[in-house]
Each structure stands twice: as structure tokens, then as C-alpha cells.
């Protein structure tokens, strides 16, 4: 794989990296930092006397998609970083993507413009409003070029729907409608409706005393458009059906593997929790992330997975430590590549992981300044858990928890990947001969 490392200023908190996505063709990578602020990369086209400099991506447009707000009725601060990005497949010129923080989904509308038109017959070229009594002709407005502007507007704004933080959003495939989901309750909406949404699961107990689990990660199948999942922090996965009922809290399908006894521990609850889920392009299967693995689920086996990953099992004995410096809630994302064969996710030290599914092989990968020069080769890393260590082996005490990889993208058709490490944006991809 060759480097080419989308630089951002030194990291004060709100430069760090929230979320990651590419559009429908690739053709755009958003991000979402903990300051609320949307960045847009756009691919450089190929031209004939630079072939190789295709996939480059520049900065396209960036604008400020949520404040930080107060909440006077629960005395509570409202933080302006962004929680997901969701792109619309593209109908039009302009294009479309869905950003939320931890209570309010905004719609976004991206668009070009580079002609103004001129001859205005009621303004004059400043813009104010002429008297009409010195209008005696009429002017043809005409359209002239001026410099590419990129603009993002704000088209919709779905607030005052959630109690608790928005971890996710999902476009479902008929377009229309979307879903936003919090820690007890996931709604659906109409994109043009903005003033109301109807609560498809509800998992709060009357008593909050008896609240046992919380919904984590939510999303859509990507071609029926009456089924979603989510996972809880109990690591179980519901798959659920509109269909059967307009409030699904009773779900078609439960996915849970039962825990070996020999394996438990203090720290098991934790680390079963789901932190991501996806479903593969295909439909076929599910994908989840808790805090050692990832697991790729059959559709139509709900009571194991088919295949279970280990990301970082050297940190089994480390779970203490781990537990003590809050690392251990982190929330890891995993994402397929185009033709669901290869997975990715994150780890500490700015180490990410892919599995090749077919061939069984994983290696893991560095996302540093170090070796991210344009054109570099990405070298594999091994970590080294006692002994004696190689001379290109990492001990698992030197590992850096402070510097993790959260959030990744993978372009939908080639092998482009974009990795946030802190506040800096990693592209990689295949090496061209």
C-alpha cells in the first residue's frame, strides 16, 4: 500500500477526527471533527500526463454543521461534535449527506457554482433595490463565469426527537426515510418532515432501575427496506422487521453467542459490548466489533458467528489497566471493502487491522507521520507479548493507548481505505505497478 497523508493542524480537541465516510462512488470522503466542523475531500480526475496522480484527495469544502448548544430544562451542554456522516446517493448536480451530533440530524446540501448572474432589472449591481419610477427599460439578466464556488446549505433540521446521545444514523434503501438511534429508543423519519418521527424501538424500562442494556449501533439492510438491526451493550444483536409491527420492539432474529464460562471475568460485560455494527454489501451478513474482536454473522444463523476475528487479544491481560485508564469503553468501527471479502478496524499504538476473509491471513498496519511519506510502502507490524522480542517487534508495554484508531472508511469499488488517527486523516491504497 502508498501513503498519502491528508495533514490537519496540531491537535487541539476540536481538530480530532469524530467519523469517516465516503460517498456512494467514492468520488468524496467527509469527516466530522469533535468541533463540529464538516470536511469534504474530493478525488483529483486523472490526466494524461499524470496518471499516477490519481486518487489524490484535496480539500472540496468545509463548513460548520453544529454548535455547541445549552440545554436550560436539564442544565446540560450540548457538544457540537459530530457523531456520524451519511451520504445520499447522488440524484442531482448537488450532493446530499446527513450529520448529527448527539441530539439534532441536519441535511446538507453540497453545491457548485460557478456562474452569477448579472442585469438585474429591480437591483442595481451593488444589490440594493431600485426606485421603481427609474426603471424605463428592461434588461435580459445573462449568466457570467466567475471563480468555483463550493456551497453547503442546510436543507433540513430534525431536532427535539431524542432524550439520550445519538451514536447513530442509517439512509434506508427506498431513500425516503432515515433512522436515528440513542441509547433506549431508535426513530424513523421522512426526510421532508422535519417536526415529527415515528419511534420504531423502545427499549426503556418503566422503571430506569431495571435498565439492564443500551442500544449502541443501528442500521438499515441495504436493499429491503423494511429491516434494520441494532446491537446492545449486552452484545446481542436484534434484527427487526416494519413490517410485523409499526414499534418492533419484539425483534425476528436474535444473534447471541453464549459465553464460555472458562473465559469469565471482571471485565467480561464490558468488553462484550458491541460497539459497531454493519451489514455487508451483499445483505447476507452482519458484521460487529466489541472490544477484542470482530464477529461476521450468517443472516440466517442467529445462534453463533461464522467467523470470529481476535483484533488484539495480546490486551487480555491488560484489561485491568485498560479498565483504569477508561480505554476500555472505547468504540471501535469496522468496515467491509467493496466485495465484502476484506474487513478493517482499528487498534492502539495507530496499528488497524484487515482480515481477508477467503484466505483466512490479517495483518496489521501503522497509520504514523513515520511512514506516510506519498508513495510509501506500509510495512506490517507484529507485537510481541513476552520472551524476546524480533528486531522489528513492538512490545505489548510500549504501546501507545492515547493514540487510537477509531474511525475508518473503505472506498465502495477499489482498495482506497481512509483511517483517522486523532486529528490527522490517513489515505491509503493499493500499490499501482
Same mark, same amino acid.
Given at each position: 500500500?502508498?501513503?498519502?497523508?491528508?495533514?490537519?493542524?496540531?491537535?487541539?480537541?476540536?481538530?480530532?477526527?469524530?467519523?469517516?465516510?465516503?460517498?456512494?462512488?467514492?468520488?468524496?470522503?467527509?469527516?466530522?471533527?469533535?468541533?463540529?466542523?464538516?470536511?469534504?475531500?474530493?478525488?483529483?480526475?486523472?490526466?494524461?500526463?499524470?496518471?499516477?496522480?490519481?486518487?489524490?484527495?484535496?480539500?472540496?469544502?468545509?463548513?460548520?454543521?453544529?454548535?455547541?448548544?445549552?440545554?436550560?430544562?436539564?442544565?446540560?451542554?450540548?457538544?457540537?461534535?459530530?457523531?456520524?456522516?451519511?451520504?445520499?446517493?447522488?440524484?442531482?448536480?448537488?450532493?446530499?449527506?446527513?450529520?448529527?451530533?448527539?441530539?439534532?440530524?441536519?441535511?446538507?446540501?453540497?453545491?457548485?457554482?460557478?456562474?452569477?448572474?448579472?442585469?438585474?432589472?429591480?437591483?442595481?449591481?451593488?444589490?440594493?433595490?431600485?426606485?421603481?419610477?427609474?426603471?424605463?427599460?428592461?434588461?435580459?439578466?445573462?449568466?457570467?463565469?466567475?471563480?468555483?464556488?463550493?456551497?453547503?446549505?442546510?436543507?433540513?433540521?430534525?431536532?427535539?426527537?431524542?432524550?439520550?446521545?445519538?451514536?447513530?444514523?442509517?439512509? %434506508?434503501?427506498?431513500? +425516503? #426515510? &432515515?433512522?436515528?438511534? $440513542?441509547? @433506549? =429508543?431508535?426513530? /424513523?423519519?421522512?426526510?421532508?418532515?422535519?417536526?415529527?418521527?415515528?419511534?420504531?424501538?423502545?427499549?426503556?424500562?418503566?422503571?430506569?432501575?431495571?435498565?439492564?442494556?443500551?442500544?449502541?449501533?443501528?442500521?438499515?439492510?441495504?436493499?429491503?427496506?423494511?429491516?434494520?438491526?441494532?446491537?446492545?451493550?449486552?452484545?446481542?444483536?436484534?434484527?427487526?422487521?416494519?413490517?410485523?409491527?409499526?414499534?418492533?420492539?419484539?425483534?425476528?432474529?436474535?444473534?447471541?453467542?453464549?459465553?464460555?464460562?472458562?473465559?469469565?471475568?471482571?471485565?467480561?460485560?464490558?468488553?462484550?459490548?458491541?460497539?459497531?455494527?454493519?451489514?455487508?454489501?451483499?445483505?447476507?451478513?452482519?458484521?460487529?466489533?466489541?472490544?477484542?474482536?470482530?464477529?461476521?454473522?450468517?443472516?440466517?444463523?442467529? %445462534?453463533?458467528?461464522? +467467523? #470470529? &476475528?481476535?483484533?488484539? $487479544?495480546? @490486551? =487480555?491481560?491488560? /484489561?485491568?489497566?485498560?479498565?483504569?485508564?477508561?480505554?476500555?469503553?472505547?468504540?471501535?468501527?469496522?468496515?467491509?471493502?467493496?466485495?465484502?471479502?476484506?474487513?478493517?478496524?482499528?487498534?492502539?499504538?495507530?496499528?488497524?487491522?484487515?482480515?481477508?476473509?477467503?484466505?483466512?491471513?490479517?495483518?496489521?498496519?501503522?497509520?504514523?507521520?513515520?511512514?506516510?511519506?506519498?508513495?510509501?510502502?506500509?510495512?506490517?507490524?507484529?507485537?510481541?507479548?513476552?520472551?524476546?522480542?524480533?528486531?522489528?517487534?513492538?512490545?505489548?508495554?510500549?504501546?501507545?493507548?492515547?493514540?487510537?484508531?477509531?474511525?475508518?472508511?473503505?472506498?465502495?469499488?477499489?482498495?482506497?481505505?481512509?483511517?483517522?488517527?486523532?486529528?490527522?486523516?490517513?489515505?491509503?491504497?493499493?500499490?499501482?505497478?
Amino acid at each position: 500500500m502508498t501513503g498519502s497523508e491528508q495533514e490537519m493542524l496540531k491537535a487541539p480537541k476540536a481538530d480530532i477526527i469524530s467519523t469517516v465516510e465516503f460517498n456512494h462512488t467514492g468520488e468524496l470522503l467527509a469527516t466530522g471533527d469533535k468541533g463540529g466542523r464538516v470536511v469534504i475531500f474530493q478525488r483529483e480526475q486523472e490526466s494524461k500526463n499524470q496518471v499516477h496522480r490519481r486518487g489524490e484527495y484535496n480539500v472540496y469544502s468545509t463548513f460548520q454543521s453544529h454548535e455547541p448548544e445549552f440545554d436550560y430544562l436539564k442544565s446540560l451542554e450540548i457538544e457540537e461534535k459530530i457523531n456520524k456522516i451519511r451520504w445520499l446517493p447522488q440524484q442531482n448536480a448537488a450532493y446530499f449527506l446527513l450529520s448529527t451530533n448527539d441530539k439534532t440530524v441536519k441535511l446538507w446540501k453540497v453545491s457548485e457554482r460557478d456562474k452569477r448572474p448579472e442585469g438585474y432589472n429591480l437591483k442595481d449591481e451593488e444589490g440594493r433595490l431600485r426606485d421603481p419610477a427609474t426603471i424605463t427599460t428592461l434588461r435580459v439578466p445573462v449568466l457570467r463565469p466567475m471563480d468555483l464556488m463550493v456551497e453547503a446549505t442546510p436543507r433540513r433540521v430534525f431536532a427535539n426527537a431524542h432524550t439520550y446521545h445519538i451514536n447513530s444514523i442509517s439512509v %434506508n434503501s427506498d431513500y +425516503e #426515510t &432515515y433512522m436515528s438511534a $440513542d441509547d @433506549l =429508543r431508535i426513530n /424513523l423519519w421522512n426526510f421532508e418532515i422535519t417536526n415529527q418521527s415515528f419511534n420504531i424501538v423502545d427499549i426503556k424500562p418503566a422503571n430506569m432501575e431495571e435498565l439492564t442494556e443500551v442500544i449502541t449501533a443501528a442500521e438499515f439492510h441495504p436493499h429491503h427496506c423494511n429491516t434494520f438491526v441494532y446491537s446492545s451493550s449486552k452484545g446481542t444483536i436484534r434484527l427487526c422487521d416494519m413490517r410485523a409491527s409499526a414499534l418492533c420492539d419484539r425483534h425476528t432474529k436474535f444473534f447471541e453467542e453464549p459465553e464460555d464460562p472458562s473465559n469469565r471475568s471482571f471485565f467480561s460485560e464490558i468488553i462484550s459490548s458491541i460497539s459497531d455494527v454493519k451489514f455487508s454489501h451483499s445483505g447476507r451478513y452482519i458484521m460487529t466489533r466489541d472490544y477484542l474482536t470482530v464477529k461476521v454473522w450468517d443472516l440466517n444463523m442467529e %445462534n453463533r458467528p461464522i +467467523e #470470529t &476475528y481476535q483484533v488484539h $487479544d495480546y @490486551l =487480555r491481560s491488560k /484489561l485491568c489497566s485498560l479498565y483504569e485508564n477508561d480505554c476500555i469503553f472505547d468504540k471501535f468501527e469496522c468496515v467491509w471493502n467493496g466485495s465484502d471479502s476484506v474487513i478493517m478496524t482499528g487498534s492502539y499504538n495507530n496499528f488497524f487491522r484487515m482480515f481477508d476473509r477467503n484466505t483466512k491471513r490479517d495483518v496489521t498496519l501503522e497509520a504514523s507521520r513515520e511512514n506516510s511519506k506519498p508513495r510509501a510502502i506500509l510495512k506490517p507490524r507484529k507485537v510481541c507479548v513476552g520472551g524476546k522480542r524480533r528486531k522489528d517487534e513492538i512490545s505489548v508495554d510500549s504501546l501507545d493507548f492515547s493514540k487510537k484508531i477509531l474511525h475508518t472508511a473503505w472506498h465502495p469499488s477499489e482498495n482506497i481505505i481512509a483511517v483517522a488517527a486523532t486529528n490527522n486523516l490517513y489515505i491509503f491504497q493499493d500499490k499501482v505497478n
